[in-house]
């Protein structure tokens, strides 16, 4: 992550093309992480409570998919945005920033309630579908766009600032590794 706006089409075109094949690497090595980890669980690894947050791990491993579900809803608000002047990028940043705590409230609660319906036995084929779909976008975004990028709440996330598009696809596999060392599952992640 750069941390850097970068709206000149030269300059974006000056840039190394993007590696999708990483990308889309790095999501498959998540997506085997998580299915590695669900097969080792069980009902009380399920239950226990995580590590630095407040959920369980159950919880805590459906906010890791839960990230490939945000990204995937990101996506074209990014393209969008990053198609505007940059002080209309920086001005929605700012006001979701504005609301980090009310944020942080439903982030939490909402994986509290989604790992509910989507508990152990589902959260692995959502992921599988989820990840299997930012990897078609992925594939068929134009290398320009890839490079174009917008401004998110720092509040939110550590990981959040000026990210690329490019940035976005490898966000969340960044935030389910973030999170994976905080599970306390019996046999280690």
Do not use: C, K
């Not at 000056?14 to 299915?35: F, K, Q, S, T």
């Not at 990230?67 to 002080?87: C, E, I, K, M, N």
């Not at 944020?103 to 609660?109: D, E, P, Q, S």
């Not at 000026?162 to 306390?184: D, I, N």
């Amino acid at each position: 992550m750069s941390g850097t706006p970068r709206s000149d089409p030269a300059a974006a075109a000056a840039e190394p093309p993007v590696d999708r094949a990483a990308i889309a690497r790095e999501m498959d090595d998540a997506r085997a992480r998580l299915h590695a980890l669900l097969a080792g669980v069980d009902a009380a690894d399920l239950r226990r409570p995580s590590a630095g947050t407040r959920w369980t791990n159950e919880q805590l491993l459906f906010h890791m998919v839960f990230g490939y579900l945000v990204v995937r809803t990101l996506l074209p608000l990014v393209r969008v945005v990053s198609r505007l002047p940059a002080p209309v990028g920086r001005g929605w940043a700012a006001l979701l920033n504005s609301v980090t705590r009310p944020f942080h409230v439903v982030n939490y609660w909402g994986s509290v309630g989604a790992a509910r319906v989507f508990d152990h036995a589902r959260m692995g084929p959502l992921a599988d579908r989820t990840i299997a779909a930012l990897q078609r976008h992925l594939a068929r975004e134009p290398e320009a766009a890839l490079h174009r990028g917008m401004p998110f709440p720092a509040g939110w996330d550590p990981y959040f600032g000026y990210l690329t598009l490019a940035e976005v696809y490898r966000y969340p596999t960044r935030h389910f590794e973030h999170h994976r060392r905080q599970l306390s599952l019996r046999g280690g992640q």
